[in-house]
């Protein structure tokens, strides 16, 4: 006779949650862990390049060791991610000796809590239980979601539409492979757009990069194979093969793949290179915008990238190279002539060398400057500064990348001191 399980909302913030684990089920369910509040406490001897971040910029806090039974004191709740039945076991045993509720993904007859399919609108959480079938419980929550949406219009549709394809390979794959690759915006998980959101969620094969949303990965179907793609061996060019051989090796042999990508495909994300590689080997490709960084990481922090009577125009530069290197393709000395608003995407690194470029070139050494941290997401911050100053002053502030770094009088534009809540200036 099966009993039934209570539901319970937990209200986890302040409140010691344990993941032992660090692999990709880990991945897939600390962002939701975070995103309650909770203090995580990650153990496992190693862990994915996205749980690193976490703990780099700590929020979460990881023991690089095998499990210890002290680990759970003060714990209200532990997660078991790893594919070691006993040593999966040995673990819900101490938990069941501390009554702590511990959720495995090896057994879930041998859990003593399980996690619902989740997905999220706003403040409303919508969690289902299938009775220990997965499958169900994610078939429900998926006919659940666009009621919560409330879009006019189809939203779920059954496959992607060819006229969407970019490329139109002759034959295609023959066996309904293809890949889509797909914007997931500035951070904030709701700004993926519709499309992008349904592709995912069809998705069989999912090519993450580091800077994608973590509480998107919660929600994929069980099965998906998800790919860390940050988590890919070699420099950054065999890194690139090695990808753009992932997805056409998937979709070749019939899967629906998602490449997966922060901010917009198109903007500094090499999508252009993956194109080229699946379209080579015959592979159809859905290409879909995202939200950039570029624009959104402005607004999120109050300052519109054009202004009337201030702006006319915005330039969106690539910073990963410093100005006196020969393998820069960015023409500093005209940059530092416009009088638009300059974007700096990646330029956290050498923003003294560049902010020193334009003001050697003409730019106004008092002309108003910003860098936005981690824009949209909880842990946003911003520095406004002038373009002499603001490298020493993100320095000073701990400013950590991702971060979009703004030049010219739009940042001032909107007074935000009166406008905005508590920054870092």
């Given at each position: ?189 709701e700004l993926i757009t519709v499309k992008g959101w349904r592709l995912l969620t069809e998705a ?132 530092a002539r416009l009088r638009g608003t300059l974007v700096i995407l990646m330029g956290l690194k ?76």
């Open positions: 006779m099966s009993v039934n399980p209570y539901p319970l909302g937990l209200r986890l913030a302040g409140r010691r949650v344990v993941v032992v684990g660090g692999g990709v089920v880990a991945t897939r369910r600390v962002p939701a862990l975070l995103d309650a509040g909770a203090d995580v406490l990650l153990v496992a001897p190693e862990v994915s390049p996205a749980l690193r971040a976490h703990a780099d910029a700590g929020r979460l806090r990881w023991l690089p060791r095998r499990f210890d039974s002290g680990d759970l004191d003060g714990a209200w709740l532990v997660h078991v991610a790893v594919d070691d039945p006993t040593a999966a076991a040995s673990v819900s045993a101490v938990a069941a000796e501390h009554r702590i509720f511990c959720v495995r993904a090896d057994d879930r007859e041998a859990a003593s809590a399980w996690t619902p399919a989740v997905t999220r609108h706003g403040p409303v959480t919508v969690a289902v239980l299938g009775g220990g079938d997965p499958h169900r419980a994610m078939t429900v929550r998926d006919a659940i979601r666009p009621l919560l949406h409330a879009r006019k219009g189809p939203l779920l549709t059954d496959s992607v539409e060819e006229g969407s394809l970019v490329n139109t390979p002759a034959g295609g794959t023959g066996r309904g492979g293809r890949v889509a690759l797909v914007g997931a915006g500035p951070g904030d998980p069989d094969v999912v090519v993450a990069d580091r800077l994608v949303p973590g509480l998107l990965l919660d929600e994929l179907r069980t099965g998906v194979e998800l790919v860390d793609a940050s988590k890919i061996p070699y420099g950054p060019s065999r890194a690139q093969e090695e990808i753009n051989q992932i997805l056409v090796d998937r979709a070749l042999a019939g899967a629906s793949v998602v490449r997966l990508k922060g901010g917009d495909p198109y903007v500094f994300g090499r999508g252009g290179e993956e194109l080229l590689a699946c379209a080579a080997a015959g592979v159809p490709v859905t290409v879909v915008p995202g939200v950039t960084s570029s624009t959104a990481a402005p607004a999120a922090a109050g300052i519109p990238v054009t202004h009337r009577a201030v702006a006319h125009e915005f330039t969106v530069v690539s910073g990963h190279v410093a100005p006196d290197s020969p393998a820069s393709l960015v023409r500093w000395d005209a940059l050498n923003l003294s060398a560049i902010t020193g470029a334009l003001i050697e070139h003409g730019r106004p050494a008092d002309t108003p400057a910003a860098v936005v941290q981690e824009a949209t997401t909880g842990a946003q911050r911003i520095v406004r500064s002038t373009l002499v100053e603001v490298a020493a002053e993100v320095a000073g502030a701990g400013l950590r990348p991702p971060a979009v770094v703004v030049v010219g009088d739009v940042v001032t534009a909107l007074n935000p001191l009166d406008l905005l809540g508590p920054e870092t200036r």
